[in-house]
């Protein structure tokens, strides 16, 4: 089907960007620094860790969406290769929407990764005392490091033996060996001994990782929309643009007065992403009910689907030709 192969090609597209793994490195690089840097709060340092690694996430998953959507988009429009794909008899929202899964999917594989890796920095948490014990987790590092060498040596042979794009094999081999390092340091204590799986994991921080991928999946569709008609610096904005309105719309809404009333109908219209970001309730032991959880998701759908609404209403008068 015409629809599967468009979002397939943009998947690989998404996936083989040198951006795609030059952004995932450097969310890497920071999720590991986030240990030493919430170190610094004298109190309350795992707190700012769950923090800190959540606004990674979210900055990651906006600059991908951004870039991404404008490589898988803007640019095949600018070469006039969307052409020969319009040209055919394949309508138009079929391209938006086999673009916006393909991107999704290569958005999907980088959230993964860094969610498990945030996940370990988590489980290793920040300095407590000057006791090595509580200095150092000595399985997350060993296995954390195992696994990382492991991605570079497979990615770099499959390059050079098989002449395979390096950015590809690095993002899809690291999410599955962090998920293999995620899954035996579960099974292991600080002092090496066996543990339930568990012990470890908290539910509640699950939750709150599905609710900012929610957030980043609406930027995408965001992205993608912008551009139809956008080049990617400008998409950039235009995603940071609505993500810092989405941040204070629920203040502008909440306004009194002649100014909130003639603000109010703009910002109603803006996602209001306060309801995605689960770190105020994680930080301070609040719990994120499961009703909660599927409301944002039903938003979270409710503005995707008008995004991408929006894109293909854009896309169907764009000139290609």
């Given amino acids: 089907m015409p629809f599967f192969s468009i979002a397939r090609n943009a998947f690989l597209e998404s996936i083989r960007q040198p951006v795609h793994a030059v952004l995932i490195c450097a969310a890497l690089l920071a999720l590991v620094l986030n240990v030493n840097v919430a170190a610094y709060t004298l109190e309350d340092d795992n707190k700012l860790l769950v923090d800190l690694g959540l606004s990674t996430l979210f900055l990651t998953g906006l600059l991908l969406a951004a870039f991404t959507a404008t490589s898988s988009l803007s640019r095949e429009i600018e070469n006039k290769t969307v052409v020969t794909v319009v040209s055919k008899p394949v309508s138009r929202w079929t391209v938006v929407a086999g673009k916006f899964l393909g991107v999704a999917g290569a958005i999907a594989i980088a959230y993964w990764l860094l969610a498990v890796v945030f996940l370990i920095t988590v489980r290793h948490r920040v300095q407590t005392t000057v006791r090595v014990e509580d200095t150092y987790d000595g399985p997350v590092l060993t296995f954390g490091i195992l696994a990382l060498g492991l991605t570079f040596v497979i990615a770099g042979l499959a390059n050079y033996l098989y002449r395979r794009p390096f950015p590809s094999t690095f993002a899809v081999v690291a999410a599955a060996a962090a998920l293999a390092a995620w899954g035996i340091i579960s099974c292991v204590s600080r002092s090496w001994t066996l543990q339930s799986p568990a012990t470890d994991f908290d539910p509640q921080l699950g939750l709150g990782l599905v609710m900012v991928f929610e957030a980043i999946m609406v930027l995408t569709a965001i992205a993608l929309a912008a551009s139809t008609r956008l080049g990617r610096m400008p998409t950039l ?53 499961l009703t909660h959880v599927g409301f944002v998701t039903l938003y979270a759908a409710s503005l995707t689907a008008a995004a991408l609404a929006l894109a293909v209403i854009l896309f169907q008068s764009r000139d290609v030709g």
């Fill in 237 to 289: 904005l235009v995603c940071i643009g609505v993500f810092l309105l989405g941040l204070v719309g629920e203040y502008f809404l909440s306004a009194s007065g002649t100014g909130g009333s003639l603000v109010a109908p703009f910002s109603a219209v803006v996602p209001n992403f306060q309801f995605f970001w689960p770190a105020d309730a994680l930080t301070q032991g609040h719990p994120i009910p």
